[in-house]
């Protein structure tokens, strides 16, 4: 059985560049996270090649959304997307798990690996962990949502319950 295993990154190493990544562009005390236009107008100005396809339903079929780090390429679903413009939170997150894997996962940092029998992947070298952690991480920063409670931080930050619970276990 084959599975993806990425570079080791701890939850508390997403935050930093989250932070750094954040504040760069001057958008590290925002708590409502504009992942639209972060996607389609700052991203180009970090990663000048960068592109982004929407892309019909019936050609991505279950798949919501995917990310060639190697060619700078995320891929969204029409459908997430309109309901992410529109400000669904999890569709929020599916763009910013997305932008996750950009940054994150390199073509060199991920690799195929072998799993022994009964052996699992450690969470903090799963890059589906990784893009989560940085997704919930870009739309609600630990050190603004510090102190809330699970609904602040769910009418804060647009994210859904099931997010604000586990950001708000996190802290």
Partial sequence: MSKYKAEPLSRNDIRRYVR???KSVGLDEMLMF???EFLENIIPMIIPDFRLE???KGEM???HGETYPSKNL???REDVYER???GVPRDRLTIAHEIGHLFLHENDVIALCRMEPGET???YEDPEWQANCFGGELLASYNLIRGMSEE?????CNVSAQAAHILVSKL
């Fill in 54 to 56: 929407i892309v019909p």
């Fill in 121 to 123: 992947l450690k969470a």
């Fill in 84 to 86: 992410a413009v529109d």
């Fill in 152 to 156: 602040e931080v769910m009418k804060s």
């Fill in 61 to 63: 079929g279950i798949n």
């Fill in 20 to 22: 750094k990544l954040k």
């Fill in 74 to 76: 995320i891929r969204i």
């Fill in 34 to 36: 504009p992942i639209i």
